[in-house]
Structure formats: C-alpha cells, structure tokens
C-alpha cells in the first residue's frame, strides 16, 4: 500500500480499487444553521417570498462519503476543532472493516487536519487500515462531498427547516440517515 501512495487517486475512482482491496470516503466539515442558504426561489409575480433568518446555534457535521459504501456521519453543537475531528475519525476507524481492506479517506488541507494532535493519530489509523490522503491546496472541487454538501443545503433541505433549530435538526439527521437510499448523488 505504501509504495502506491502515489498512484492512489489515479485508480480509486475505477473499478481498480475494488480489485486492490480500497475503499475511497471523502472527509469534510460542514455547518447548518437559521441562516437560509437558498439563491434563488421562483415567486408569484408582485408577491415576495420570506424567509426569516435568526441568530440560532450551528449544527457541524463531519462526513465521510463513499460512492460505494455507506456513509459516516457525526453531528455536534460544538466548535469543530482538532479534537472534533479526531473524534469522528476514531469513531470512524472502531467501525468494523474488513481486515484485508484499506480505508482511503481523502480530504482538504484545513488547519485542523494538520494539528499536532490530529498528525499524532495518523499512525494508529493506519495500524486499522485507515489512510489519509490530502488534497492538493486550493483544490476542494476534487473532495465529492462538497458536492453532497452542496445538495444538501440546495436541494434537499426543505424552506421549513429553518422554522426553527429543532426541525433544521431533525431535517438535517434525516436526510444524512437517508442518504443512499431517499437522497442520491449520481456522478455520471
């Protein structure tokens, strides 16, 4: 596996990493609030449609996404920070696996997923067949879940969700548990 670092992302997107015994998540962050992300809505002429935004708590959630296994979500109120995400990695990691296969997580170059804490995990994740695979800088269009993100906050939440916190939460947790199977991405 090591000596094959740099041929990981040329094959991982094939039915080639399969073969090698990979399977490929994308990691982020990503936040959820009152805040309504919506660019555009279609309204009856000479009416205007509101939206009502409020200060409110924020809801983080750090995703792993696969095109081809279930996804991996973790949800908290709190500040993300280093130990936030080695948190969701170290729940990541403790979920069963095959013993034979490697885990490839890829994912952007943040502050926090270079911290000292964070780079000092490394090697008991990959003792779990767990590999961190950065992006290049400035590249975030090469992480598939920020296209994920993106349909969730665009498509997929409903103008209701920003009723109030407790249904932004709910509705949040429904379509993340729901994904693969409700909410699909096809990335033909």
Known sequence: MFAEEHTVLATL???EAKAKGWELYYFDE???????????????????IRIPSTASPRLNVLGFFSKTQPA???????????????AAFNAFVEQKNDEKTWRI??????????????????????????WIHYLPAYCPEL??????WRHIK?????????????TLRENVTYILQNIGKKYKLNFA
């Not at 805040?35 to 000479?46: R, S």
């Not at 991996?72 to 993300?80: C, I, L, P, S």
């Not at 992480?143 to 994920?148: C, K, T, V």
């Open 13 to 15: 997107n094939s039915s």
């Open 30 to 48: 990503s936040g959820f609030s009152l805040h309504p992300v919506v660019p555009y809505a279609w309204q009856p002429k000479g009416q205007t």
């Open 72 to 86: 991996f979500f973790q949800q908290t109120e709190k500040t993300v920070n280093s130990q936030t995400v080695i």
């Open 105 to 130: 997580v890829v994912m952007d170059n943040a502050s926090i997923h270079h911290s000292r804490a964070f780079q000092d995990c490394i090697k008991d994740w990959m003792l779990k067949r767990v």
């Open 143 to 148: 992480n598939l879940i920020e296209i994920l």
């Open 154 to 166: 665009y498509q997929w939440l409903p103008l209701t969700s920003y009723t109030n916190f407790s």
